[in-house]
């Protein structure tokens, strides 16, 4: 007979793996609970069509002075039709109900997307996913982001439709999040081990805030610091001129309708009158990615009298990181004095891009200037006290704590000036190349503001005086907002931009004690462009306004916005397809943002073909001239010469600058590709173009010779034997928020590139694509790189995908009331409080 205690290593053993089962190790969940039947992921699979449902809430809100005037709260039942690709389509009787809605309806989809890029905003990654996030919360907080989103809350909930669709919007979010058990999460919180908190007004504005990184944090000021120190101001101000060369504002001067009077002082004549709007005004008047360059976006707009229908046609695509679940979610609105349609960002009330009735609407992003670092003198190593403005001035000091899971929190203390956040102090290790030590960072984010209520008031708007009404409100990122409607077209340049001198604020503003003591006035903001000086353009004689990015205005504008505008090759390709387009339709809209000519290639590949002899070189190379001859600028993943020129130019960039800079580019900035085309356009022989490591001088004939064998050695290695193919050389990816690559759309293969209309590079490109014709029913079209659910488990996870990458548009479902067109509805979902 055994003993009993032989069987007693079995148990031990098994009670260890039901301890380990039910516990998570390191970044691995628990892996009982994570593959139960019962709880796990399996849960997460969406099989089968849904039918229709109805859902009875309890009453979970009561508002009052709804702005809509209809009720107080929700009372009445709330219709959402959801068509055959998942947009939800929401009828409400008041705006609070609409609010309410459209939170239920967007956590349904995106819950976790919501909680993790909200949670990104204000510095909370690191209490659900552990000590590997202590740096990128410490950067948030540190940068003052969520004490910004606090501050803006205070002032955002006087304004009694922000707060309405805020509160409202957080209200139905989380009758979603109530109704929830554990197996109903979705995937990513199994995986990660954690629940859903409830959901607040704050968490959407620090997905505001998320946006305002990612369009105006961007900065090259310390790398061009340095780079000032080591070229002088000469070398370094013919290098990195103010201007891009050969740049095609969106404004010149015959554009712009009027020119601000500028005081001796340099300061604007203005009133009260261009004070910004009181953000108290009534209705009538991803994780997101760190900023980089590519983040860029066209809009456009035709009047009337250039399309078949006589009607204005609009189209904007906002080029942003690709990622699974999408930035947008798509939706219609209705209730209230709303009926709207467009996109939003998941966790905020409203719609960015859209139209309704009787307006079309659309952005790009600015590029204004409104990030500065100071280099502040402390009085000692305490950071107690720091000189400005002639006198020590004391710091103030904020005690903030981190919780860390599975590690012990972090006590950190935030030190701030007059003029903003210390984010690196001494002896600490900065958080990425631009962020110096002991400096103070001036932005416009930070500041208070309300961009939400800007986009509220654009969904009722009628006409061009209420959009212009609705988007004074905005103020960072500036933005430039393109207009349609019935009969008129418009752009303007929206934002809270500083007044400041010319190049203030390119590089790192230095602030020493042993100067004068009224030396640091000079490098003061001086306030704010008036909004009635901004640029805009209304019904211009041309009949068509864009933009892409570039810089806003010519010379002739006596305001300096700043120095990083993008080269003007997809600004220059919108103004040639649209200066002779007449009789255009919705399908020419379309097919201006899938345009792949390259006006960069167009404008350099000829200056580098010049300085080749066809004569003294290999049958490859004589090939490859050939292919490159025959080109039409078109980046087409079938063709090869896409891939050979660019490898060209970027070997004759790297040969021409690399030894000025060391090859260095994380501690220089280097010259554009605007001012190195220049240059080869010019003169070749400028010393420029000389290999200073070398005891003879090469001219710009030379570095294209040597870069033009490198590119076709290149292309035969990555094409075993042949040339390689775009599509090979330029794969484009959509990763999950996670980065997991079996929750991404993998290797995409498309026709595009950075510098196109149609601009993929890599993760980043076209988000969201809609053109609309605002006809006496608006017609539209539209299109994004993912799906509606955030689910990877749902067929809507990332079904739209290969038709973004195709350019195969959607029809915008826009229905006049629930019912309005059965077949186009897959189900129904009612919400009775």
């Not at 002739?556 to 080269?567: I, K």
């Not at 509606?788 to 479902?813: C, E, I, K, T």
Request: glycine content about 8%.
């Amino acid at each position: 007979m055994r003993s009993p205690l032989a069987a007693l290593p079995r148990a031990i053993l098994l009670l260890l793996w039901l301890v380990i089962l039910g516990h998570k190790l390191g970044s691995i969940p628990p892996l009982g609970k994570f593959f139960s039947p019962f709880e796990g992921f399996w849960r997460n699979a969406e099989i089968g069509k849904p039918g229709n449902e109805e859902k009875k809430l309890p009453a979970l809100f009561d508002l009052s002075a709804d702005p809509s005037g209809t009720t107080s709260g929700m009372s009445d039942s709330i219709k959402v039709e959801y068509d055959h690709r998942g947009v939800p389509h929401i009828f409400a009787r008041d705006l609070s109900g609409v609010f309410f809605a459209q939170g239920y309806a967007t956590a349904r989809d995106r819950l976790w997307q919501m909680d993790v890029q909200s949670r990104a905003g204000l510095g909370r990654l690191s209490e659900v996913m552990g000590p590997n996030l202590i740096r990128f919360d410490l950067e948030r907080r540190r940068m003052g982001m969520p004490a910004s989103a606090k501050a803006s809350w205070e002032v955002i909930r006087k304004d009694s439709l922000s707060r309405i669709a805020l509160e409202a919007y957080s209200a139905g979010v989380n009758a979603w999040i109530g109704a929830l058990r554990p197996a109903d999460y979705p995937f990513e919180f199994k995986l990660l081990d954690y629940a859903p908190e409830p959901w607040t007004p704050l968490k959407s504005i620090a997905l505001l805030k998320n946006m305002q990184w990612t369009l105006s944090k961007g900065s090259d000021d310390v790398l061009l610091t340095r780079t000032l120190a080591k070229l002088g101001p000469e070398k370094f101000a013919e290098l990195f001129p103010l201007r891009n060369p050969g740049a095609e504002p969106i404004f010149p001067a015959d554009l712009f309708p009027g020119k601000p009077r500028v005081l001796s002082q340099g300061t604007v004549a203005a009133n009260q009158e261009d004070s910004p709007p009181d953000s108290t005004a009534p209705l009538t008047d991803t994780f997101f990615p760190r900023p980089q360059r590519g983040s860029g976006s066209d809009n456009f707009v035709l009047a009337g009298t250039r399309t078949t229908s006589g009607y204005p046609i609009l189209g904007n695509d906002p080029h942003l990181d690709l990622t699974l679940p999408s930035i947008w979610y798509e939706s219609q609105l209705q209730g209230g004095g709303v009926d709207a349609y467009g996109v939003s960002i998941p966790g905020l009330p409203s719609l960015v891009i859209g139209f309704n009735a009787h307006i079309a609407w659309g952005v790009t992003n600015g590029m204004d200037d409104v990030f500065d670092w100071y280099g502040i003198s402390f009085q000692d190593s305490s950071l107690g006290a720091y000189w400005w403005n002639g006198a020590w001035r004391p710091t103030r000091f904020v005690l903030d704590t981190i919780p860390v899971r599975g590690s012990r929190a972090v006590v950190d203390t935030e030190v701030w000036t007059s003029l903003g956040p210390v984010p690196v102090k001494n002896h600490e290790q900065p958080f990425d190349k631009n962020s110096p030590v002991l400096h103070a960072l001036r932005w416009t984010a930070l500041d208070t503001s309300n961009e939400i209520g800007a986009f509220l008031r654009l969904l009722p708007a009628e006409n061009y005086g209420d959009f212009r009404a609705a988007i004074r409100l905005l103020s960072c990122p500036s933005q430039n907002f393109i207009f349609a409607d019935s009969g008129n077209i418009a752009l303007v340049h929206q934002g809270r931009i500083p007044i400041k001198r010319p190049d203030q604020g390119l590089t790192v503003i230095e602030n020493d004690s042993s100067t004068a003591s009224t030396a640091s006035t000079s490098y003061d903001w001086r306030g704010y462009i008036p909004d009635s000086f901004l640029p805009f353009a209304l019904n211009p004689k041309q009949g068509w306004l864009a933009s892409a990015n570039q810089e806003v205005t010519d010379s002739t504008y006596p305001f300096y916005l700043g120095s990083g505008f993008y080269p003007s090759e997809r600004a220059g390709r919108l103004h040639r397809l649209l200066q002779p387009m007449q009789n255009a339709t919705l399908s020419s809209a379309w097919d201006i943002m899938m345009n792949t000519e390259s006006l960069h290639a167009e404008q350099t590949l000829p200056l580098l073909l010049r300085c080749i002899d066809s004569v003294n070189i290999s049958l490859q190379e004589r090939q490859a001239l050939g292919i490159l001859r025959g080109w039409d600028y078109r980046y087409l993943a079938s063709s090869t010469a896409p891939a050979l020129f660019d490898l060209w130019w970027k070997n004759f960039y790297r040969h021409t600058w690399e030894d000025k800079f060391e090859g260095d580019t994380l501690h220089y900035a280097w010259p554009s590709r605007p001012v190195t085309r220049a240059l080869l356009a010019s003169d070749t022989n400028s010393a420029w173009f000389d290999d200073t490591r070398t005891p003879q001088h090469e001219t710009a004939g030379d570095l294209a010779r040597v870069s033009f064998q490198e590119a076709v050695q290149q292309s035969l290695q990555m094409g075993a034997g042949t040339f390689v193919l775009w599509s090979r050389f330029h794969p484009m990816s959509i990763p999950h928020l996670l980065r997991l690559p079996s929750l991404g759309a993998g290797v995409l293969s498309g026709d595009g590139c950075a510098e196109c209309l149609n601009a993929q590079r890599g993760s980043n490109g076209p988000s969201w694509r809609m053109a609309v014709e605002m006809d006496s029913t608006p017609v539209a079209l539209g299109g994004y790189p993912g799906g509606q659910s955030g689910n990877p488990g749902s067929p809507n996870y990332d079904v739209f995908v290969a038709d973004w990458l195709m350019g195969r548009p959607y029809h915008l479902l826009f229905l006049k009331r629930p019912g309005d067109e059965p077949d186009s509805i897959a189900y129904s979902l009612t919400l009775i409080p």
